[in-house]
């Protein structure tokens, strides 16, 4: 039988993980991060990882949230009413279900590059819906990897996962740690040690188009990819063995990273 939990106060101690806690303190409190929507949390189901409740809406529960209580009979199961989940969480429960599920074990930089042959490395996006939408570009068109900075938001950050739509659990990924690269430079210089070519997207005189052929015929490709507004810092794009641009028409100087890590990706994977 599903383990549901009718609440009507929003004190209750066990749901204090869905509005009461930041991302970083689920993550070093209770090792936890926030799946969103029904669809999120079957691919987060479908890669083992392991749910340890979910918050819905009374309705969802013979609605959207059917097969998903299904899947998972033995997990408790809080719910109440649209007014009383939107004082608890501060926003209106549009997808319905929450699931508050353990971090997935942290994948090293070795294993993550292991077999990869075109990776994407991400500097300064800070934007958690940037991430999220080059993680759903980098699943769906075919990148091996993602590594980040420690400057960069979190992959398993609420929202990044959802805009991801759980792309975060389908593409390997891991951060620079501090320690071992403090400069970016040293990351750039790891990679190229382990057999990649370095590419900066940015816009510089001596850019070259992303249609180039030296960068699809390059067995190992790392394409490095800055915040909106500041883009890649001056020591990556000098580290970097080329340095890469989308054309642009009609005066625009450039495209949002999200747009431009989609377009990248799909230049450097077509066939």
Sequence with gaps: MPNIIHISDINVPEIRVYAGLTDSQLKRDNGLFIAESVKVIDVALDKGLKPVSFLMEERQIEGIGKEIIARCPDVPVYTASRQVLSELTGFELTRGVLCAMERPETLSLENVINGANRIAVLERLSDAVNVGAV???????????????????????????????????LVPWAFFEKSDFPLTENAVEYLKSKGFTTAALALENDSINIDNPVLKNSQKLALFLGAEGDGLSENTIKSCDYTVKIPMHHGVDSLNVAAAAAVSFWELLKD
Aim: with cysteine; net charge positive.
């Design 135 to 169: 993680f759903r570009s980098a699943a769906a068109l075919g990148i091996d990897a993602v590594l980040l900075f420690n400057n960069c938001s979190e992959p398993l950050n609420r929202r990044t996962v959802r805009v991801s739509m759980g792309s975060v659990f």
